[in-house]
């Protein structure tokens, strides 16, 4: 197949699948707790073996880590807790040796209130450097200039007494948001990124992208459309198609790098345009909307059963809407600020092998870019949480403190802690029955899961029933069947209460996935046209199950059952 080609330049991420490397928590390879960059680096041979094209490493760079990570300090500096900028170079250059890509994680929204610009910015209303971050006067009468929330919680502006005005920090307080209408910082942006792709980065990871551009009046949010606290005048804003087209004049396409935007928050029409080749924007896009469908009238920090046909919905509109619009999917159920998707949507106990496996299935199916997040590939469930002291992760602690202000009991706060953390993405990965995991030689600096001796790496490599082997076999089908790519989707399954099923179809082949998301059997038929077309040519590519049902009859599903057929045309 000849990949789709963009402004003359091949897509070849297309066909690739992204491994996601949190590495805090992935290897230590100096007994500090912590995982480092060498760490990565001894495990690229892994990775290779799984599969992996690219590999997305988050940010490593000079940070307080006040937000693991996500407050940078200095854009062109290796945090000495990751190790050396030879480290790094080291890293680059055994991905090269492996035919692998690295995407690096960009934070240009905000900046920890650490880094020199911001340090600067603070000295006086007329420093240089001022414009670089958003001041505003307080309130008439006093107290921040509007009523936007932080989405750590709380006001998403931070009194400076030194100047009498506010900064706005939509996530932690020591997170300063960029001014993005400063020509000045859209230049830095680009420069820091083309400091790292001539240090041979094939790919940006941009970091809650869609939120560089705000109203400029910063009104009062009324909360008559959206939350209420004031997402609706910075999500998608007025000009940040205009700034990311920018972005793409002079780093992006110059440079010729997959990119990813983190689209908080945004609309299926948005993201057709940020991943539309012809826009000139970006790769693809992420959307978190399929994982939102367990948050109570939105409400992330309150607890109910997920609902089963909204994912399926959500899911399929952006299929068949990103297809018509010509954009791009990011593939994903895991990442570093999600509760693992096993958890989540199926069963971590006693199915966990059989779950994990659905849910490979169901997403490498469909078409886009699939990531990885590390652990996934192993059935990496939420680990077990036994005390809120247990916790290290910001968010988390600011919003135990808030529900139990605001007079949930601490057993109640902890529950919901525990389900929705982004701590349960983020304990260490699990690579032998060792200590702590294999991880580190140290104390690691969050808990490892007490299953670890049940579900690793060594465990499973080498099994072919395994988890990693069912991953395995996925990444390379996305490689050598073109219809996972081009293929258009097709709903299949009516709003079924356990099942969800679709197809894809190029001008050669159909593919056909069917997945039983319940703990009990459930009864499926293939809509009529499918199961005529099949026949008995119908191939199966992959199966979670020790006996595949017959295709022509009425599908009895095992509880988590799932399965991918071709019909070679």
Partial sequence: MTMQKANGKTEWWRKSVVYQVYPRSFNDTTGSGIGDIRGLTKKLDYLKDLGADIVWLQP??????????????????????????????????????????????????????????FRESRKSKDNPYRNYYIWRDPAPGGGPPNNWQSKFGGSAWQYDEATGQYFLALFDKTQADLNWENEKVRQEAADLMRFWADKGVDGFRMDVINLISKDQDFPDDDGS????????????????????????????GPYDVVTVGEMSSTTLQHCIRYSNPEEREFSMTFNFHHLKVDYPQGKKWELMPYDFEALKSLLSSWQIGMQQGGGWNALFWNNHDQPRALSRFADDGRCRVASAKMLATTLHGLQGTPYVFQGEEIGMPNPNWNDISEFRDIESKNMYRIMVEMGKTPEEAF??????????????????????????????????????PEINVKMQR?????????????????????????????????????????????????????SNFSGEEAA???????????????????????????????LRLEPYASFMWIIRG
């Fill in 225 to 252: 459309i959206m939350t209420g606290d004031g997402r609706r005048y910075y999500t998608d804003g007025p000009r940040v198609h205009e700034y990311i087209k920018e972005l793409y004049e002079r780093v992006y």
């Fill in 60 to 117: 490593v760079y000079v940070s307080p880590q006040n937000d693991n990570g996500y407050d940078v300090a200095d854009y062109r500096a290796i945090d000495p807790t990751y190790g050396t900028m030879e480290d790094f170079d080291e890293l680059a250059a055994e991905l090269k040796r492996r035919d692998m890509h690295l995407m690096l994680d960009i934070v240009v929204n905000h900046s920890s209130t650490e880094h020199a610009w």
């Fill in 415 to 452: 529950e919901i802690i525990a389900k929705r953390s982004r701590d349960n993405a983020r304990t260490p990965m699990q690579w032998n029955y060792g200590p702590q995991a294999g991880f580190t030689d140290g104390t690691p600096w969050i808990k490892v899961d007490e299953r670890y």
């Fill in 462 to 514: 080498d099994d072919p029933n395994s988890v990693f082997a069912h991953y395995k076999t996925l990444i390379a089908l996305r490689k050598t069947e073109d219809v996972l790519t081009d293929g258009r989707y097709v709903r299949l399954d009516e709003q079924h209460p356990q099942v969800f099923a679709y197809a894809r179809t190029n001008d050669r082949d159909t593919l056909v996935v069917v």
């Fill in 524 to 554: 499926f038929s293939l809509p009529e046209a499918y199961r005529s077309l099949g026949g008995s040519q119908a191939e199966l590519l992959a199966g979670n199950m020790p006996e595949t049902p017959d295709w022509q009859t009425d």
